[in-house]
């Protein structure tokens, strides 16, 4: 230390004088502070920790204020005019924005918002486009309260204080179409129990009471085609593809869409006619057409497509079974396995045919082999026998024309039948039975008697249980 540094101070002092600089040593300010505590004073501190001292605080900042802009690492605005250490007035400025990320080329701004405004997290950088990753430690999870989503370009989602979760998306495509919600995954290992949900949408609870209106929906996907759209839409669709060489038991299914529904406990019913209460539906499909949809080519509730590419051992439409667990029936005597209706109330307008086989949408699909409606096929083992109180039963029906109608043969609603021809296989298959004896007042003689050999054919009647011949020449 030159002569000109250290003059005027001490000599005892020089020591703790650094002589590149002139500037007091840090055991200077040691030995100040060593006299100040056997003065009884206080240590001065930041945050409960001694200005000097090499450990880190073991506190944490509650506030932070500010009034402007500086410049430091890890932000862009901070202090501008911080109050002196060791004032006891608070500075009234605050933090605005925050830049998480030093040095580094993306980094994660935070900035505040006035009044009916949500602050915002925003990624910035030299990069053109930025992302978010949440990584949680362990088996921590992001977990938040309510969220919404947008589109990229900022529109927000449709959110009310009751949503815990809203997504919106607002694109213009130009040649394909990216999905606005995608959810991804690959699954793989052995399941022994339960059952393998591997996305899940639960209600564990639901005792809202929501009676005043028509039902209460627990998952509800939208979709309004507007004026100007063009081409084909479909709402909601799963889609199932084997696209490698499986393992399957006789009876595994593979299956694209299920819908269940169970019931374990009274609904409001009792004993007796009309008292009951409740209807259990597993699948409800409604399509409508509103006044002013004119001139649509069709309206179906539903179709059902098949195709085999190669020969299974059987190949179904449509199939209506009964489960093992099915052990009780209902108490009017109206059960039906295919039940076609209409709503009671307003004014029908009736379906042209029942069930129909030929439509102008496609060709006739029985085969020239085949049987339109029928009970041949083989039934699995163990099935009970093939029994039935009637085949077809129509006796509430008032038949305007025939109960059954076919090329030269019908039957009326009355039982009256008409036929080309009357063919039989069967010995004595003419049985007449409720007859009524026609004879006449007076004795009469048969002058051409028959005699043997002549006719020589006898057609065998029964009436009333009594086989009776007519002779045949």
């Known amino acids: 230390m030159s002569g000109a540094l250290t003059q005027g101070i001490p000599q005892r002092l020089t020591a703790f004088v650094n002589p590149q600089t002139g500037l007091m040593s840090p055991e200077w300010w040691h030995f100040l502070h060593s006299i100040w505590l056997r003065g009884g004073g206080t240590v001065p501190s930041i945050n409960n920790t001694p200005i000097g001292n090499t450990n880190p605080s073991t506190g944490a900042f509650t506030t932070l204020s500010a009034t402007s802009t500086v410049s430091g690492a890890g932000f862009t605005n901070l202090f501008a005019s911080p109050p002196p250490i060791g004032s006891t007035v608070a500075n009234t400025g605050a933090f605005t924005t925050a830049t998480l990320g030093g040095t580094l080329a993306n980094k994660l701004t935070a900035t505040g918002s006035a009044a009916t405004f949500a602050p915002t997290l925003t990624a910035t950088g030299s990069d053109t486009n930025i992302g978010f990753r949440f990584?949680?430690?362990?088996?921590?999870?992001?977990?938040?309260?309510?969220?919404?989503?947008?589109?990229?370009?900022?529109?927000?989602?449709?959110?009310?204080?009751?949503?815990?979760?809203?997504?919106?998306?607002?694109?213009?495509?130009?040649?394909?179409?990216?999905?606005?919600?995608?959810?991804?995954?690959?699954?793989?290992?052995?399941?022994?129990?339960?059952?393998?949900?591997?996305?899940?949408?639960?209600?564990?609870?639901?005792?809202?009471?929501?009676?005043?209106?028509?039902?209460?929906?627990?998952?509800?996907?939208?979709?309004?085609?507007?004026?100007?759209?063009?081409?084909?839409r479909t709402t909601f669709e799963t889609f199932f593809n084997q696209a490698g060489a499986t393992t399957a038991a006789p009876q595994t299914y593979y299956v694209s869409s299920a819908a269940e529904a169970f019931a374990s406990f009274n609904a409001g019913g009792s004993a007796g006619a009309g008292n009951?209460?409740?209807?259990?539906?597993?699948?409800?499909?409604?399509?409508?057409?509103?006044?002013?949809?004119?001139?649509?080519?069709?309206?179906?509730?539903?179709?059902?497509?098949?195709?085999?590419?190669?020969?299974?051992?059987?190949?179904?439409?449509?199939?209506?079974?009964?489960?093992?667990?099915?052990?009780?029936?209902?108490?009017?005597?109206?059960?039906?396995?295919?039940?076609?209706?209409?709503?009671?109330?307003?004014?029908?307008?009736?379906?042209?045919?029942?069930?129909?086989?030929?439509?102008?949408?496609?060709?006739?699909?029985?085969?020239s082999t085949g049987t339109i409606i029928g009970t041949g096929l083989a039934t699995m083992a163990g099935s009970p026998a093939l029994q039935a109180a009637y085949g077809v039963d129509f006796t509430g029906v008032a038949f305007g024309t025939a109960a059954f109608k076919s090329t030269g043969f019908t039957v009326d609603g009355s039982g009256n039948t008409t036929a080309a021809t009357f063919v039989s296989a069967t010995n004595n298959a003419v049985r007449l039975t409720g007859q009524t004896s026609g004879a006449a007042a007076a004795a009469g003689t048969l002058l051409n008697a028959p005699s043997a050999g002549n006719p020589a054919f006898w057609l065998p009647v029964t009436i009333n249980g009594v086989t009776r011949y007519i002779p045949a020449w």
């Open 276 to 367: 009951a209460r409740g209807n259990l539906i597993g699948f409800n499909s409604l399509s409508q057409l509103n006044a002013g949809a004119t001139y649509f080519n069709s309206v179906a509730s539903a179709e059902f497509d098949v195709a085999a590419a190669v020969s299974p051992a059987y190949k179904m439409g449509v199939t209506i079974v009964t489960l093992s667990t099915d052990t009780a029936s209902g108490t009017v005597g109206a059960d039906a396995g295919l039940t076609i209706l209409t709503q009671g109330s307003g004014t029908p307008q009736g379906w042209d045919v029942g069930i129909a086989f030929t439509h102008p949408f496609g060709w006739w699909a029985i085969k």
């Open 135 to 232: 990584v949680p430690k362990g088996t921590g999870a992001f977990e938040t309260i309510k969220a919404k989503f947008g589109t990229a370009n900022g529109t927000p989602a449709s959110f009310t204080s009751t949503n815990v979760l809203a997504l919106q998306a607002n694109p213009t495509y130009s040649t394909t179409v990216t999905p606005a919600l995608s959810i991804n995954g690959s699954f793989g290992g052995t399941v022994t129990s339960g059952q393998a949900f591997h996305y899940s949408i639960t209600a564990g609870a639901d005792t809202v009471d929501s009676s005043a209106i028509i039902g209460s929906t627990l998952l509800f996907v939208g979709h309004t085609l507007s004026a100007g759209a063009k081409g084909e």
